[in-house]
């Protein structure tokens, strides 16, 4: 399979929660969400290892995966190892997750690709869990986002700008779904529900092993437009705690193996001018509306090279606006609507926790994502920006 191919693939499934075991018959006895204290439980566990399968059905075609994963969940900074067995097209391609960064290997191709781990990656999914189980049993109320968490899959707004945030359950309802005997295991279910009017949607359903509350089986259903894609993973034969061997996590490179180094680096800023004076090309210039105010502006170097801008208001609501002059090719969504941004021709998209539009001027590409902005005055914000 293809270099860039088999890396998307592969991160995309390092990005999802782990997966799942195949459903049982529904119990009898347990209409109400637990009360027990889901992040202890979940911050219990030290290790896990299984066959991960996971099915992506985008309408056109069902694609099937069969991984080995090992999971560490003991230290501050979790650990992945995970080797493709099936198709055979994919098989012995490895992923590895470490404090050091990820690696990623093509075995059809026989290339690795180094790339620094992301600040955050797997950590607090706890915290996260906690607050799906206490709004189920709440009475579905939506719980507010806490720093650091990342449950849901993150939409990407162009090849290389920023992404809008599905980093809490704010704009879902959580319905308790009772119990299921998943091979084996009792699991809790939970179904996210998107509430809010949007042109992407993202509904989830997790079953939780009853004992450790880690996700045995999820699935995810994308909605834009008229389009669907729909993930699902299960878990088999998994061992909680398992006595893996002290190399469980290492991968050898092969010695004739191509290896690319996907180099980032990030410099924080507290005003623009700053900013400014750390890059080589001209920095936006946006109009925030009333109520935001400036409050961080950062520099990414390396393989993307790119600016930004952020606001947020008394309330917490976030406001930024991006601007990437080298990276991969930002197309954005091909289905959003059209709309001009500056005398060019942008593409604009709302999720249930963010509204987003992106622009190109020539090589350079902009973004604008916010939180709370109706669409008139997101475009004013973008059109602000211009294109320099």
Known sequence: MG???????????????????????????????PSVDVAQRYDSLDA????RVTTVDSGNATNVT???????????????????????????????????GMVLYDADENTVTHAPRTAGFGENWSAYLQRVVSAARDGGDVAEPSDGVSPLPVVPTTGSGPSIPEDAIEGFEVEYLGTRTVDGRTAHGFELTAVSEATLTIDQTLWLDSQYYYPLQTSHRFDYGNRTIETRTRL?????????????????????????????????????NALAERVN??????????GYEFEEARYV?????????????????????????AGPDARGFASGENVTVAGRTGQYVTTPRAAF??????DTHYAVVATDL???????????????
Do not use: M
Request: hydrophobic share 40%; with cysteine.
């Open 301 to 325: 170097g390396g393989n993307v090279t790119q600016a930004s801008l952020q606001y947020v208001t008394a309330d917490g609501e976030q406001l930024t606006v991006t601007k990437t002059t």
């Open 357 to 362: 539009v992106s622009w190109s001027c020539g």
């Open 3 to 33: 270099r860039q191919a088999s890396l998307a693939v592969v991160v995309t499934v390092l990005l999802a929660t782990s997966g799942c075991i195949g459903l049982g018959v529904l119990a009898d006895d347990a209409e109400s969400p």
């Open 66 to 100: 069969r991984s080995l994963v090992r999971v560490d969940l003991s230290g501050d900074r979790h650990r992945r190892y995970e080797r493709v067995l099936s198709p055979a097209s994919r098989a012995g391609d490895v992923a590895v997750l470490d404090a050091s």
């Open 281 to 290: 090309f001209t920095v936006p210039e946006p109009e925030a509306p009333a």
């Open 374 to 388: 109706d669409k008139e005055t997101l475009l004013a914000v973008a059109d602000s920006a211009g294109c320099e």
């Open 48 to 51: 896990l290892e299984a066959t």
């Open 236 to 272: 088999e034969n998994v061992t909680f705690d398992p006595d893996l061997p002290s190399g469980a996590f290492d991968f050898d490179v092969p010695e004739n193996a191509t290896v690319t180094e996907t180099n980032a680096s990030t410099q924080s800023f507290n005003s623009a």
